[in-house]
């Protein structure tokens, strides 16, 4: 029987790439918890219902990339490929609007049915955070400052660079749609296939297109600040004038649109150049229409999503399991003894790990071999005397010690 593969677009997370998946997430909480952001966590599969409004019934996410599948209950069903509604809908199911504003910080697999490529997978992992029920523009300075925080918590915000744009409020968008329209059809013998699309349904998506032609059509095409209203004018200025004094480098960047038909005014992403052409690690903005696309509800949102596996790309972050001890007998009658140990040692929080089966030469090397800092010889000597052998693999170091005086040249060492 042949080996069973993984299902292309996904793949096995190993020790060393998830640990340093769960240094981004873990630094990330660390962040937002000292923002005073709550943790959440909503369901992986929600009613396919839940996103088809509010991400666009023409984007695609919905038409191309979604995973939908029916229960036995033939209830049609979609595996999360964002998380900002699913935060919103509970935030309105469990009543946890009384008391605006809420602060939230998420993490968890995602699911799109994209084009496998580098920084791009089917089932991809990220962190994200939704600051609910702030109208004003305060909201948006105070979840992009805390997205530099965090990017400089995990030491990359050097390599990334903040793009942010306006996306004006109703008025405007519908304003520039029809001037945007007008000015794409001239050329609509000459855009990709995926713009012509757009220009029906979403021209604003046309925007972010990575065509060379669709981008050389684009230089010269009307610049949506022309025409934001005085109101979405003020607010877009107001967000540029806070980062400024917090000292948040930015650059303004007309181009840049959200995928997600949700948002309004505030939009942003911090990107890179070592990621290949899934160049954006983290983005977000605001969307105040969310909660009336999917309820009765109507309250005001901000939030951005990192991607873990693309930051875990730049992360000049080196993990490795390093069990600090490997326990090992003389012989195999010495296992139960290495046994209490082996519990004593974790009992007093120190990595270890019992090396088994070879000669007493090759245990050395496979305690070597896993990085082990010390090794803990146990033989017949040892139990009679009750001591321990202790080893510094990195010196050579060797002396016969107590178990307690063990412990506390470990944790020196540790330390």
Request: net charge positive; hydrophobic share 35%.
């Amino acid at each position: 029987m042949e080996n069973f593969q993984t299902v292309r677009g996904v793949k096995d997370l190993l020790p060393e790439e998830l640990g340093k998946m769960r240094f981004i997430e873990q630094q990330a909480a660390l962040v937002c918890k000292n923002a005073c952001y709550e943790e959440i966590s909503v369901p992986i599969f929600e009613f396919a219902e839940l996103f088809e409004k509010p991400l666009g019934e023409t984007s695609d996410i919905v038409t191309k990339e979604n995973y939908v599948f029916q229960d036995r209950s033939n209830n049609t069903l979609m595996l999360r490929p964002e998380g900002t509604t699913g935060v919103v809908r509970a935030a309105i199911n469990e009543s946890l609007l009384q008391d605006f504003p809420k602060r939230f910080f998420y993490y968890g697999p995602m699911f799109r049915y994209e084009r496998p490529q580098k920084g791009r997978l089917r089932q991809f992992h990220q962190f994200g955070v939704e600051l609910l029920g702030v109208k004003d523009y305060f909201a948006d300075i105070e979840t992009i400052y805390l997205a530099k925080c965090f990017l400089k918590k995990i030491d990359v915000l050097s390599q990334t660079i903040l793009k942010i744009n306006s996306l004006g409020d109703n008025e405007s968008r519908e304003n520039y749609k029809i001037k945007l329209k007008s000015f794409l059809k001239k050329y609509i013998n000459d855009l990709s296939a995926e713009s012509k699309i757009r220009l029906e349904n979403n021209p604003l998506r046309i925007l972010d297109s990575k065509n060379k032609k669709d981008i050389e059509i684009l230089s010269s095409a009307p610049k949506f600040q022309n025409y934001l209203n005085k109101q979405s004018l003020d607010f877009f200025n107001s967000v540029c004038e806070g980062l400024d004094r917090l000292k948040v480098n930015f650059e303004i960047d007309q181009s840049l649109v959200r995928g997600l038909d949700y948002y309004s005014h505030t939009a942003f992403e911090f990107k890179t150049d070592f990621v290949g052409s899934q160049d954006a690690v983290l983005a977000g903005g605001r969307y105040d229409d969310l909660s009336k696309l999917i309820s009765k509800q109507n309250f005001p949102g901000v939030g951005w999503a990192a991607g873990i596996e693309r930051l875990s790309m730049l992360l000049d972050y080196k993990y490795k399991f390093t069990p600090m001890v490997g326990l090992i007998g003389h012989s195999d009658k010495y296992y139960h003894v290495l046994l209490d140990y082996y519990k004593k040692f974790l009992n007093n929080k120190v990595n270890s790990q019992i090396i088994y089966n070879g000669t007493l030469s090759k245990k050395f090397k496979k305690a070597d071999k896993l990085n082990c800092m010390f090794v803990v010889v146990l033989g017949e000597d040892e139990i009679k005397n009750g001591v321990l052998q202790l080893k510094n693999l990195k010196t050579g170091d060797q002396q016969q010690l107590t178990f307690e005086d063990t412990i506390e040249i470990i944790k020196k060492k540790n330390d």
